[in-house]
């Protein structure tokens, strides 16, 4: 019996530079529209020259006899993943996001292509490390974080997933109208949304939003099952109200929201408002702790 050879999946996205390229055409105008603003093209090409780098020791690692293939991060949406790939991301944190809602448990390392412009929350691993990372996952030797996703399903059926949060609300983040439900309490709201953020979104948006208000609702770490949702700027009024405006979702319970919109109204993950759900009147959507985990290769 044949064995499968594995397929590695790199995910990436353009680099500044690459997409200056595109927009301006030449590097010479590319770099006269950056001196305009009182930068100079050298420090984009510098970084470019880096993440280039950082990409080929990522492919000089795979295996020669391993299946492989690239795909853009605008791809995403479009790209079969097989039950059985590799994914490597090699870029900043939200790229491993960004990736995330189109997998099913397989295994993700996430590549730091430059430690000194990306945190690396969510891409803690050199591109010097790929090779044994590799060779661990295929001999099912690796070590897994599992991260907790969010799921959105609306009233017929279409569902959405992200790593970090959700936002409910208009999209041009104006007054969104709608009632919300949670732990047996319902509220009409006329604010700029809402997020339901998972522990790993917890040190992103929802960060945010919890230190500005001071808030002591507790955040859950990554792996933990519970979620936190907060209100953004509540309006109070004779009919909207400001008393249900954050709170834990824990594994077992759901989060409601039934929209007032009359147009406008979107539903997205992770920050990536092109691939959303309409969420205009009428409409209701239950959010809770989704089924599928982001199994990201641990140090």
Do not use: C
């Not at 949406?77 to 448990?105: C, H, M, W």
């Not at 960060?207 to 949702?229: A, G, K, N, V, W």
């Amino acid at each position: 019996m044949s064995v499968r050879v594995p397929r590695v999946v790199v995910v990436v996205r353009a680099s500044e530079y690459e997409m200056l390229l595109a927009r301006h055409a030449t590097h010479a105008q590319a770099a006269f529209f950056l001196s305009n603003r009182g930068q100079v093209i050298e420090d984009v090409q510098q970084r470019h020259r880096r993440f280039s780098e950082a990409l080929q020791k990522v492919s000089s690692a795979i295996p020669t006899g391993w299946r492989r293939t690239r795909v853009l991060r605008h791809d995403l949406d479009r790209f079969a993943f097989a039950p059985d790939d590799i994914i490597v991301v090699v870029g900043q944190d939200g790229l491993v996001a960004n990736t995330s809602k189109y997998l099913e448990g397989q295994a993700v390392l996430g590549i730091n292509p430059d430690a000194a412009l990306y945190d690396g929350v969510l891409t803690p691993h050199a591109p010097e490390a790929v090779a044994d990372l590799l060779s661990m996952v295929h001999r099912k030797q690796a070590m897994y974080q599992a991260r907790t996703m969010v799921q959105a399903t609306l009233d017929d059926g279409q569902q959405l997933l992200a790593l970090n949060e959700v936002f409910i609300g208009v999209r041009n983040h104006q007054s969104a109208r709608y009632r919300i439900l949670h732990g047996g309490a319902e509220e009409r709201h006329s604010s700029s949304g809402l997020i339901v953020a998972t522990g790993t979104g917890s040190t992103g948006w929802a960060r945010s939003i919890h230190r500005e208000r001071h808030s002591q609702t507790r955040m859950p770490t990554p792996t933990e099952e519970d979620l936190t949702f907060f209100v953004r700027e509540a309006f109070p009024s004779g009919v909207t109200g400001t008393d249900l405006t954050e709170g834990v979702v824990e594994p077992e319970d759901q989060l409601q929201v039934v929209s007032e919109i009359n147009e406008g109204g979107v539903i997205f993950g992770d920050g990536i408002e092109s691939d959303h759900l309409v969420f205009d009147w009428g409409q209701t959507v239950t959010v809770r702790t989704a089924g599928r985990k982001l199994q990201l290769v641990a140090l």
